[in-house]
């Protein structure tokens, strides 16, 4: 089945980019056939990381109807069998909008079931964010529901929310995403490279290398229970 995922969160900080970048970088070293879109214009990190690596990254703006709809030509142009796109921080009004203007929620419009990858930590914004993608998506979406674990390690306001028993009980996945040291990510930024291509560069020592190729194998151990809500199950 094609996929279409939408990278969500609160209103910033929850760490959606980085677990998005993770999740292009297991694209990088796969044989996935998949587009990749920054729909953060005001701080576009992916793209700003990915845009001449593996399939690159397209910048584009999903709540304006020209871009939106310049997107979904180029889907139906190219058919890659997983599309992923970095949504703005707060922007579920926005996305609403834009999904009711092109009816995104019936998939056989487009051909592509929408995955909503929503990233959480400690706060209430997160939750609230995501409930309500929810109250507007409800069953004809699957959601994966990332916990960061680099900003908290108990949950306890998302374990002790009704949202979360509903997510799981509809057509939901959570899966506790690894934390990584905060000054390997300021290397990271400083040479502006993808985690993989990091680990041939000389920017990076031995033991940077080591923490990273660690953080890299704990990600994809940690998005495993999810391969078929996100797509990576299509490798030819």
């Known amino acids: 089945m ?9 209103k910033g900080g929850v760490g959606k980019t980085i677990v998005i970048r993770s999740f292009v970088d297991l694209l990088l070293q796969s044989k996935i056939n998949y587009q990749a879109y920054d729909a953060d214009t005001e701080n576009p990190e992916l793209y700003n990381y990915y ?18 709809s310049g997107l979904i030509g180029s889907i139906d142009k190219d058919r890659p069998d997983l599309v992923v796109i970095d949504m703005p921080a707060a922007s579920a009004r926005g996305s ?12 056989s419009n487009l051909g592509y079931r929408i995955t909503l990858i929503a990233v959480m930590n400690q706060g209430y914004s997160a939750i609230e964010s995501l409930k309500q993608m929810f109250d507007y998506c409800g069953y004809r979406v699957d959601y994966v529901v990332v916990l960061n674990q680099y900003w908290d390690k108990e949950f306890t306001r998302w374990y002790g929310c009704k949202l979360r028993a509903e997510i799981l009980k509809l057509n939901g996945i959570e899966i506790k995403f ?31 290398k080591m923490l990273l190729r660690g953080f890299m194998r704990r990600v994809g151990d940690a998005f495993q229970p999810a391969v078929d809500y996100l797509g990576l199950n299509q490798e030819q």
Do not use: I, W
């Open 178 to 208: 690894p934390p990584l040291e905060d000054y390997v990510y300021d290397v990271l930024l400083e040479a502006n490279l993808p985690f993989s291509t990091a680990l041939s560069s000389p920017d990076f020592g031995a033991g940077d």
């Open 96 to 107: 609403r909008d834009t999904m009711t203007k092109f009816d995104l929620m019936e998939s």
């Open 2 to 10: 094609k996929r279409l995922c939408l990278g969500v969160g609160g």
């Open 51 to 68: 845009q001449e690596h593996g399939n690159s990254v397209s910048l584009m703006d999903f709540t304006d109807v020209k871009d939106a």
